[in-house]
């Protein structure tokens, strides 16, 4: 068999509404309004660039069931001229856009462009020069909410590594479009969870997953990957760094390489400062500038969505502390940067500044503070401690809040710290 390429992306969110961002300027919602659309022009010409034989694209097209007629538009324009350079597309639906929910002004779609329908998994050959170079699955969701696992409905390898019912031989490599949530990612809904094992009892050469924003290889063996999606949506920290797709090289009949390709148009950053070596928020302010400037230099073609997070032990707190003061800072930061290209806009400003309080005498210390410290520091050393710690204490929760999800681990660390800090600040006597 000859080698060939194809491309493999998720989670293009078309047209989507940005969130925690109402306050930006007039400048900054429009080039967030049409930064997933820009994304999904550069994942046109990426298929082209690298000549590939199909896009795969697994899910959540658009952002809601009630899709936007300009995304639309735009979406079939794309695969227009995919279609006019042979490049064939093969699409699933996820929770975000499902067939049978929402609206869908195009109903006509371009030659070699395939949406796989939502009864069961269905298979298509893909063939280039007259050889059959790989078999597609793929199955789309009805609704929003499915729980079944999918995974299991694809067709299974035999204890001999061969698909029940059929020779092994004949079908190329054998490519699974899925959205789903595969080993329980946190912070994504289960819509139709599965395990790492699922998918690999599956007679399936490579697993194009979405749904988890996260760009992450599961399995080389077989090949289970999430490409992340195409343009980061929100300064949540799954949302942040390069977005994009996989360009996949196939080589006799096997997956040789998969490279990731930064497709995105706007690009959401943290930048977390320790204040304890500034002495004054003018200080604060020209350290916080310098780091624009530095992550400016090292994303040049992008436009920057950045959140900055104060932390660190210092007097300082009292000034941050005074009414007015972060969010006039955070005005500041954004007036230096008004009317500059590429776009740098400040989304938000937090503080986690605490007063400087000698954590070492306190632990020395045989009272009730010594011993408190002890007990955060056993939890921050072990993660799995501390989230059974919070999950007991997530139970004493009135009734109305306890169906309250855990946060994930990095978030709970985070109010670990916070939590000591206020305690320890409750002590006027601690400074």
Not at 97 to 104: I, K, L, Q
Not at 135 to 163: C, K, M, W
Request: hydrophobic residues 40%; contains cysteine.
């Amino acid at each position: 068999m000859s080698g060939f390429r194809f491309v493999h992306a998720a989670d293009l969110h078309l047209d989507t509404p940005f969130e925690g961002l109402r306050e930006a300027a007039p400048d900054v919602r429009r080039a967030l309004r049409d930064a997933s659309l820009a994304a999904f022009d550069a994942l046109v010409d990426l298929c082209l660039e690298v000549d590939a034989a199909f896009l795969l694209i697994a899910g959540d097209v658009y952002d809601g069931a009630e899709r936007g007629l300009r995304a639309q538009l735009r979406f079939r324009a794309g695969l227009d001229r995919l279609s006019r350079a042979g490049v064939g597309v093969f699409v699933v639906h996820g929770n975000h856009d499902p067939t049978e929910e929402g609206w869908s002004a195009i109903r006509d779609w371009p030659e070699g462009t395939r949406v796989f329908g939502c009864e069961r998994v269905e298979s298509v050959p893909v063939e280039r020069d007259g050889e059959r170079i790989a078999t597609v699955y793929g199955i789309s969701y009805p609704r929003r909410d499915v729980h079944e696992n999918l995974a299991l409905a694809f067709p299974r390898r035999q204890a001999g590594g061969g698909e029940a019912g059929r020779e092994d031989g004949g079908l190329g490599l054998r490519v699974a479009l899925l959205h789903c949530n595969a080993g329980g990612h946190a912070g994504h809904a289960p819509y139709a969870a599965c395990s790492v094992g699922d998918l690999s009892g599956a007679a399936v050469d490579y697993w194009a997953l979405g749904h988890v924003h996260t760009r992450q290889v599961l399995c080389e063996s077989p090949w289970i990957v999430y490409p992340g999606n195409l343009q980061g949506r929100s300064p949540h920290p799954g949302e942040q760094g390069e977005k994009g797709a996989v360009v996949v090289d196939v080589e006799g009949g096997r997956v040789a390489k998969v490279g990731f390709r930064a497709l995105d148009r706007v690009r959401f950053l943290s930048v977390e400062l320790d204040v304890g070596e500034h002495g004054d928020l003018g200080a604060v302010e020209r350290a916080l500038q310098q780091r624009a400037d530095d992550l400016r230099d090292a994303h040049p073609d992008r436009a920057l969505v950045l959140g900055g997070r104060l932390t660190g032990r210092s007097a300082l707190r009292a000034d941050l502390s005074r009414a007015g003061s972060l969010p006039e800072l955070l005005e500041s930061l954004r007036d230096t940067r008004r009317g500059q290209e590429p776009l740098l806009w400040w989304s938000m400003l937090s503080s986690d500044v605490g007063l400087p309080i000698d954590r070492d005498a306190v632990r020395a210390g045989d009272d009730f503070y010594g011993q408190l410290l002890a007990l955060a520091d056993e939890l921050a050393e072990r993660p799995g401690e501390l989230r059974r710690f919070a999950r007991e204490a997530f139970a004493e929760l009135p009734d109305e809040l306890r169906g309250v999800a855990l946060p994930p681990p990095d978030d709970l660390a985070r109010l670990l710290v916070a939590a000591e800090q206020t305690a320890l600040e409750s002590v006027g006597d601690l400074e």
